[in-house]
């Protein structure tokens, strides 16, 4: 998958699908951008000013140091969002 366009750490656990949208709502407002949902999910699919995207909750990316650990990853719903641009299917 290509680099990510946006990355946003939630206000709040996201565990289902309206929690994602709501957290989703808050970035856009924040950020002043343009938000349409196209699909609400644990994947959803948005429109963000005009472009197409679909956004996954991952872990944060950290640097990965053996003998300090920087990051505990127990998520709880505490992900990252990472926003990429829609890639079409070439299978249709």
Same mark, same amino acid.
């Given at each position: 998958?290509?680099?990510?366009?946006y990355?946003?750490?939630?206000?709040?656990?996201i565990?289902?699908k309206?929690?994602?949208?709501d957290e989703?709502?808050?970035?856009c407002?924040?950020?002043?951008?343009?938000?349409?949902i196209?699909?609400?999910?644990?994947?959803?699919v948005?429109?963000?000013?005009?472009e197409?995207?679909v956004?996954?909750l991952?872990?944060?990316?950290?640097i990965?140091?053996?003998i300090?650990?920087?990051?505990?990853?127990? +998520?709880?719903?505490f992900?990252?969002?990472?926003?990429?641009?829609?890639?079409?299917? +070439?299978?249709s």
């Amino acid at each position: 998958m290509e680099k990510y366009a946006y990355f946003f750490e939630p206000d709040d656990p996201i565990t289902t699908k309206r929690e994602f949208t709501d957290e989703l709502i808050k970035y856009c407002k924040k950020e002043n951008k343009d938000l349409t949902i196209l699909h609400e999910g644990m994947e959803p699919v948005v429109l963000i000013d005009g472009e197409k995207y679909v956004c996954m909750l991952e872990q944060p990316r950290m640097i990965n140091i053996p003998i300090i650990p920087a990051f505990y990853a127990n +998520s709880y719903g505490f992900k990252w969002v990472y926003i990429y641009r829609y890639q079409e299917s +070439s299978d249709s």
